[in-house]
């Protein structure tokens, strides 16, 4: 059964910063694609930031510089590094796992307000 599981989300002041895990189970991670998608209520699901298995990375340009995506093949866990946090943000950070399928984890809710 594959699980993605992801952790760190919550409340943060403007130009705080998050952390994100994305811990899976169920898939030879290495040979997996990961990435993060975001959505706000009412506006389409947004690719933050994915990695290939050759740890190419590729950022929404709203993120470059700010998000850092990093993956520990080890610990089949893959993490969004955010600094520099803006309301806009504010979303809900869906982490998924792609070789051919795509998985999808449940969703953490990252909050930027003041």
């Known amino acids: 059964q594959v699980q993605l599981v992801e952790s760190g989300g919550g409340l943060v002041q403007p130009g705080g910063s998050l952390r994100l895990s994305c811990a899976t189970s169920?898939?030879?991670?290495?040979?997996?694609?990961m990435g993060w998608y975001r959505q706000t209520p009412g506006k389409q699901r947004e690719l933050v930031a994915d990695?290939?298995?050759?740890?190419?990375?590729n950022y929404a340009d709203s993120v470059k510089g700010r998000f850092t995506i990093s993956r520990d093949n080890a610990n089949n866990t893959v993490y969004l590094q955010m600094n520099s946090l803006k309301p806009e943000d504010t979303a809900v950070y869906y982490c998924?796992?792609?070789?051919?399928?795509?998985?999808w984890g449940k969703g953490t809710l990252v909050t930027v307000s003041s």
């Open positions: 169920g898939i030879i991670f290495r040979n997996y694609a």
């Open positions: 990695m290939t298995s050759g740890a190419r990375t």
């Open positions: 998924f796992a792609q070789s051919g399928l795509v998985y």
